[in-house]
């Protein structure tokens, strides 16, 4: 997975741009509302711990069979960042499996951002021969099963910790 490399992907608002540790003191802002973490837990991170988390994201996974790929969304109309999407690839190259998430800021929710990014996101794993694309949703989580939909997943019979997961058809 060494020779895959992360790059920006544009869609038609968005431009999905390789996270990067410069980042974190706007995604703070972007990511403070405790509200975010209603189905996830946790709490926001200040400026400096989001530094810290970004630097260990984007010097990649400790785990050689784990690649790490995140980006930060940009809304071009607005020139600022709106949030973030994210895969974890792991397995070989024949046998790749992506683990996708998003998070989009709550000022700017219910503008079909988060759908628009898993679409590109998608597309852009598939691009890569990524194999399966999997989401693990909270069950009353509406809006994010709603992107996982939007981006062609479809909900499964299998729970991780309380969590459902959501696969690409035939990935």
Excluded: C
């Excluded at 010097?59 to 790490?68: E, K, L, R």
């Excluded at 980006?71 to 607005?78: P, S």
């Excluded at 190259?93 to 998070?103: D, H, L, M, Q, Y």
């Amino acid at each position: 997975m060494d020779a895959l490399k992360i790059e920006a992907v544009r869609t038609e608002r968005l431009s999905l741009v390789p996270l990067a540790v410069e980042h974190a003191d706007e995604m703070a802002g972007v990511l403070a509302d405790p509200a975010l973490h209603a189905f996830t837990g946790g709490t926001p991170y200040s400026a400096q711990a989001l530094r810290s988390r970004y630097a260990r994201l984007v010097a990649g996974s400790p785990d050689a069979s784990q690649t790490w790929w995140n980006w930060v969304i940009r809304l071009r109309a607005e020139k600022s960042l709106v949030g973030t999407v994210q895969a974890t690839v792991t397995g070989s190259e024949f046998a790749r499996a992506a683990e996708i998430a998003w998070v989009i800021g709550t000022r700017w929710q219910g503008r079909g951002i988060a759908s628009e990014a898993a679409r590109a996101l998608v597309a852009w794993l598939r691009e890569q021969d990524a194999g399966a694309v999997r989401a693990h949703i909270h069950p009353d989580h509406h809006a994010s099963a709603a992107v996982a939909g939007a981006a062609g997943l479809t909900p499964t019979s299998h729970w991780h910790e309380g969590e459902i997961r959501w696969e690409l058809p035939g990935g």
